[in-house]
């Protein structure tokens, strides 16, 4: 459906659309794929999707069918220890909606948590809590055209934890009150959320929709609803949309994790056997709709503060039922056409990889739909040349249908695709559970055999054999010979001289242009730098918690390492280098940014970044992520342990021979001044554009943003402050994961540990002293947006200056935790005023500040209402403290959050690069090791009269900001209130 893909961008458009589309039976052989898109019917009664197809499902899951039609499935797993993931899913999204429900699949989703027959309203959440888990991160649920899914993650299965989950569910089901007063409370949260989504994007995303897909009915069919059709919601009216859609056969449960299949299953005919439709007569679906086919035309949006991007698509309507059944004759065909997609995907990223690209985006996707098929362009110039910036495209596309794709091509593209199955088949074994009931559902519900990463790898070598040169351009033009005439949307900054027709002229133009001759890409082979002789190991120490070796070369170069097996035959390595941004004067801040996209975005040694992408295209290994913090420069990367060393050899290339040339640096400039007054079309965006400047100064750092300085940051003295980083910098490597210390150590030893010993640099402390807060206690200070009236912010921060314990500061962030309990309760659920309030605190990196604070979306009207209702909380905290219920229902899930993230190689990659972090003032980073093996009995210990303490000296009116941003349209100046003008 046209709305499901129009908003996707370029890094959908290879891999995963390839991987997605393959699986197969191993033992099969080669077929022929056809070319035309094979016709695959569904047989009658037919309740999974391999029933009748010659795909099978991956071993290890158990489904089964209640006598009511309810589906389940339920997978074991051990990873985390202990966890168990729930997703319960509707067969019932926007899609069902009559014309005078629109919004209610969405609306009833929210009334899933506001009562029923045996949980009364208020109560799932906290309930949760008390098991271990919290609402938004373990408890959850989402709308969309096609389905509702409700998501519950505990910490066990023990306790009693998976009965009351599938209570919750089986309540869900039939059992929801919809009492007139929670209906009614509720719309405001309804609305609250569909004011806080109203922008630019969402205008533009409608305006698109409807110009390609008018007819479509998911065009019609957005899932906020209509804002006319919410506000007037009933409890009568919701719940004929519920009692005809929620039925046992359009359900399924799906369970992963550390659960005993057998007694599993008993509990689910246990809590579902009595499950029945409320109307037996099975509804009617309504249909799809369909595309149409239109004469070449074109449709500007204008959009002032929105940076220029056209798209350009072709449309085929086909309204042929090519049938649910997903077979391997379909895969075959998707798995051809996704090699084409992948194939001229990658070119036209090539595009954007030379020293001057035409555009700052361009993307490729296709589609075949229920209702026919759609093949879009879009295209993002660097400024208004939105008709030149094509030119290169139309280049692109004429010479891929000219002469199509080479056999090398081809290879590159499938190479990826085996590294990345081979990658998942050893991976297997541990794959999390979370990922697993996301995946079960997700391939179940969309009527798709769940296989297993072998069969994929198998199809795809098979296809590998299969897909000639011939094949899979006939397979590209296929897109491009439908005879259906361009569709072209334009979002500008102004409107065009000479309009639509202009926009169509520029396409034409641009395809009837004489055709260069194409640059073929040159083959790339990465070579490692070689040092000589390698490092000498001076001392290796026992680390006792967490169990790990500390190894310190003579160069200085430290080594810590943990092996684990969290992810079968995988390495997790971040390499820091201190010190960071803190080493040099504050003058020029925004030269960190600059420099962090030229370190990432322009290759190492002889290979650009185009090559250094295609050098690696059969192995793990990549160029390392990167960025620059205060006081370290760090890498990550994440590669299979076979290509560990020739990872860490990358990655002293990223550290030794960066090229940083001026294309990132100046697409990044581009961008920052195409889209730089966005900002002001939401008063999310106003809010955030602002941060800490609202709320701390004394340092450049905190300045407002400004277009001007941003622009004028000086690229070449910010890449000599990054060479001198990369150069004098001390070197911590930390290395965790399913690697031997052997492998680890030898690799290290030829690489960093083989470098010249370094001095390191010192921070600027100095420049941390002048940092402050701003005074509280006054007005508010009044900021101004220009997007949707109905969207305001009502935002309270509280300062908390200084002298927090680095092992004291869980007591803050529960007291922060609890300020968010109550916000919930109070701003959402008792007034109905806010989809999602947040509260917490936080504080800088390494400055002595931070901050409690709360904040709520909601209309202008409601600002001064919503912020005494903050004022309330922050009162009845300061008097009466919290209760013990609050306190567990926080540690509770803090506690078993970290319990799950101790099984992950990210954790202990963290914790490990802490033991070279500098403590700096009032910066917690430095003691993150100790602070670990405390950690369950400092929570556990925490006590009311603590937390209570904590607020009154906190939570006071005098050491307030207060924010409230409102619509230009309805700005007011308060009593000493000062009013923002955009700078």
């Known amino acids: 459906m046209i709305k499901d893909f129009i908003a996707r961008t370029a890094s959908f458009f290879c891999l995963s659309f390839l991987i997605a589309s393959l699986a197969l039976p191993q033992q099969v052989g080669a077929q022929v794929i056809p070319e035309t898109r094979p016709i695959a019917a569904t047989p009658p009664g037919a309740i999974w999707p391999w029933e009748g197809s010659d795909l099978k499902p991956e071993a ?14 339920i997978r074991p797993n051990k990873l985390p220890e202990k966890q168990v993931s729930l997703r319960f899913r509707i067969d019932a999204g926007s899609r069902l909606e009559r014309d005078d429900q629109r919004g209610f699949a969405h609306f009833i989703e929210h009334m899933a948590f506001n009562g029923s027959t045996n949980i009364p309203e208020g109560e799932l959440t906290k309930t949760m809590e008390r098991l271990g888990a919290s609402f938004g991160s373990h408890v959850n649920a989402h709308v969309n055209y096609l389905e509702t899914q409700y998501k519950l993650d505990l910490p066990s299965a023990d306790g009693g934890r998976l009965e009351t989950a599938l209570n919750i569910f089986r309540e869900t089901a039939d059992r929801l009150l919809f009492k007139e007063d929670a209906v009614q409370r509720e719309i405001g949260v309804v609305i609250s959320e569909m004011n806080d989504g109203e922008g630019p994007g969402r205008r533009v995303g409608r305006q698109v929709t409807a110009f390609l897909g008018p007819q479509e009915r998911a065009t019609l069919r957005e899932p906020i609803g209509l804002r006319e059709i919410v506000e007037g919601a ?19 449960l799906v369970i992963t994790g550390d659960v005993d299949v057998a007694a599993t299953e008993a509990l689910i005919n246990k809590t579902f056997s009595d499950w029945k439709a409320k109307i037996p007569a099975k509804p009617s679906e309504p249909d799809d709709g369909f595309l149409t086919k239109e004469p070449a035309r074109a449709k500007i949006i204008v959009e002032p503060e929105q940076p220029y991007i056209a798209m350009v698509s072709f449309v085929r309507p086909d309204k042929t039922d090519y049938g649910k059944l997903d077979t391997r004759e379909k895969r075959h065909w998707a798995g051809l056409h996704g090699l084409a997609q992948g194939v001229f995907s990658r070119r036209l990223q090539r595009l954007q990889l030379v020293d001057n690209p035409p555009t700052l985006g361009v993307g490729y996707l296709q589609q075949a739909t229920r209702t026919g098929d759609l093949v879009t362009l879009y295209i993002m110039p660097r400024d ?25 091509e081809i290879a590159e593209e499938v190479a990826a695709g085996r590294q990345a199955l081979e990658r998942a088949v050893t991976e297997a074994s541990t794959r999390r559970t979370t990922g697993l009931s996301a995946a079960l559902v997700g391939t179940l519900g969309n009527d798709t055999v769940p296989t297993s990463a072998a069969d994929t790898l198998a199809l795809l070598n098979e296809l590998a054999a299969i897909a000639t040169p011939e094949l899979v351009n006939r397979a590209f033009a296929r897109w491009w010979s439908q005879d259906s005439p361009p569709q072209i949307v334009l979002v500008a900054k102004a409107p065009v001289a000479g309009g639509e027709a202009e926009v169509l002229k520029a396409w ?3 395809m009837k242009a004489p055709l260069p001759a194409r640059e073929v890409a040159k083959a790339a082979v990465f070579k490692p730098i070689n040092l000589g002789q390698a490092g000498t190991v001076a001392k290796v120490e026992e680390l006792a918690h967490p169990k790990a070796r500390i190894v310190t070369f003579k160069n200085g170069v430290r080594l810590s390492y943990k092996h684990t097996d969290y992810t079968k035959d995988r390495a997790s390595i971040r390499i820091g280098l201190n010190a960071g941004y803190l080493a040099f004067p504050p003058d020029d801040p925004e030269w960190v940014s600059f420099a962090s996209a030229t370190w990432a975005g322009d290759g190492i040694g002889d290979l650009t970044l185009d090559q250094s992408i295609s050098a690696f295209a059969n192995r793990s290994t990549s160029l390392a992520s990167v960025r620059i913090d205060s006081d370290t420069l760090e890498m990550r990367a994440s590669p299979a342990s076979a290509d560990f060393l020739e990872q860490m050899q990358v990655m002293l290339s990223q550290v030794l021979e960066p090229r940083l040339g001026p294309r990132a640096a100046s697409i990044r400039r581009d961008a920052i001044q195409q889209s730089w007054d966005s900002y002001n079309q939401t008063a999310e965006g106003v809010f955030d554009f602002y941060g800490l400047s609202l709320f701390v100064t004394g340092h450049p750092e905190y300045r407002v943003p400004d277009l001007k300085r941003v622009l004028n940051s000086d690229d070449e003295a910010g890449k000599q402050m990054l060479k001198r980083l990369l150069n004098e910098g001390k070197i911590h490597v930390v290395v965790v994961g399913d690697v031997s210390f052997e492998q680890v150590l030898d690799a290290v030893s030829r690489t960093f540990g083989a470098l010249p010993e370094r001095k390191g640099l010192d921070l600027d402390l100095a420049q941390l002293s002048a940092i402050r807060a701003l005074p509280g206690g006054g007005p508010p200070r009044i900021l101004t947006h220009k997007g949707p009236k109905e969207q305001a912010i009502a935002y309270v921060s509280w300062r908390s200056i200084g002298g927090v314990d680095p092992f004291e500061a869980e007591r803050m962030e529960l007291l922060g935790s609890i300020l968010q309990l109550r916000l919930t309760d109070k701003v959402r659920e008792a007034a109905g005023k806010s989809y999602s309030p947040s509260g917490g605190w936080n504080r800088l990196g390494f400055a002595n500040l931070g901050g409690f604070y709360a904040l709520a979306n909601v209309t202008p009207d409601q600002v001064k209402l919503v912020e005494g209702i903050i004022d309330g909380i922050a009162a009845e905290l300061v008097r009466d403290g919290v209760t013990q219920d609050e306190i567990d229902r926080v540690v509770e899930p803090e506690l ?15 914790m490990l690069s ?7 003032p009032g910066s917690a980073r430095g003691f993150a090791l100790e602070r670990e093996a405390q950690t369950e009995a400092r929570l556990k210990a925490i006590t009311r009269d603590e937390l209570h303490t904590i607020a009154k000296r906190y939570l006071v009116p005098q050491n307030s900001i207060r924010i409230q941003v409102v619509p230009e349209t309805s700005a007011t100046q308060t009593e000493g209130g000062v009013a923002q003008a955009k700078p």
């Open 914 to 920: 802490d033991l070279d972090t500098p403590r700096l």
């Open 508 to 510: 034409t133009d641009a």
């Open 384 to 408: 208004s040349a939105w008709a030149e910036a094509m030119k290169p495209v139309t280049v692109e596309l004429r010479h891929a249908l000219q002469s199509g794709f080479t056999t090398v």
């Open 60 to 73: 290890g899951t158990t489904y089964g069918v209640l006598p009511n039609g309810l589906r389940y499935a």
């Open 896 to 910: 078993k959050a970290v319990q799950r993230s101790r099984q992950s190689n990210g954790y202990w990659s963290y």
């Open 234 to 252: 009933t409890s009568t009216k919701l719940r004929e949309f519920y009692d005809t859609w929620y039925r046992p056969e359009r359900s399924l």
